[in-house]
């Protein structure tokens, strides 16, 4: 976890709204991750950026918007977002695109009403 | 298809014991990482095992390999309290470009 922060830690959402969750990592990577963890279920990678150049997409669903202004920060935009939506988002950071090692933050909370 | 499988997925002991957790994959491997997630939290890097290698060890960390069975098991020695928490293999499969796959984990719990 250390490296590698994101905020907020937790949010409520209601499907109408617009909201972003942010990532910063402090370790000089050139990688980064979103990956949406939820119950039951193993890790599904969201998408890659590598050098700020997304490089996988995953087949998520256009409501999730990212966006990698510099290779220190990540960001998730949220919209119109559905029930199901509901898990913890994890950001990580790894020093090549998927190099052996990927540093995680703790991840947001985000509850979908 | 999930590429690495936990096994058990929850196990529970007391402080002291020993705690071994397996997990097996489908396809062939680069290399294979095992992470531990405390409660709600980000995951953390444990210990990485090339596929050229059967055995590796850090502190009370014991990780075999057997690429022949397509498995992996991760040993936990004179387990804590603060062991308690989700363990998570994850397989980097050889193929060019392609991310880490993480299994469904083991929870873990150790009691006092």
């Known amino acids: 976890e250390t490296g590698v922060t994101q905020t907020p830690r937790h949010l409520v959402m209601g499907m109408t709204n617009k909201k972003s969750l942010k990532c910063e990592q402090h370790l000089g990577h050139n990688a980064m991750y979103w990956y949406k963890q939820s119950a039951k279920k193993p890790l599904e990678l969201m998408f890659v950026y590598s050098l700020e150049e997304r490089v996988e997409n995953n087949s998520v669903p256009s409501r999730f918007s990212p966006e990698c202004p510099n290779s220190s920060h990540l960001f998730l935009h949220l919209h119109t977002l559905q029930p199901e939506d509901s898990a913890l988002y994890l950001c990580a950071s790894s020093q090549e695109r998927f190099a052996d090692t990927q540093y995680f933050g703790p991840g947001t909370r985000l509850t979908v009403l | 298809s999930q590429q690495g499988e936990e096994d058990p997925q929850a196990l529970s002991i007391q402080e002291g014991e020993n705690a071994t957790m397996n997990c097996s994959y489908k396809?062939?491997?680069?290399?294979l990482q095992w992470y531990r997630q405390n409660s709600g939290r980000g995951l953390v890097h444990l210990i990485l095992i090339r596929s050229n290698e059967r055995e590796k060890h850090s502190g009370r960390l014991r990780v075999t390999l057997d690429t022949s069975k397509k498995s992996s098991s991760l040993l936990i020695t004179a387990s804590r309290a603060a062991d308690t928490a989700s363990y998570f293999c994850?397989?980097?499969?050889?193929?060019?470009?392609?991310?880490?796959?993480f299994g469904k984990g083991t929870t873990l719990s150790v009691s006092s």
């Open positions: 994850a397989t980097d499969p050889n193929q060019a470009g392609t991310a880490l796959i």
């Open positions: 396809t062939s491997i680069n290399n």
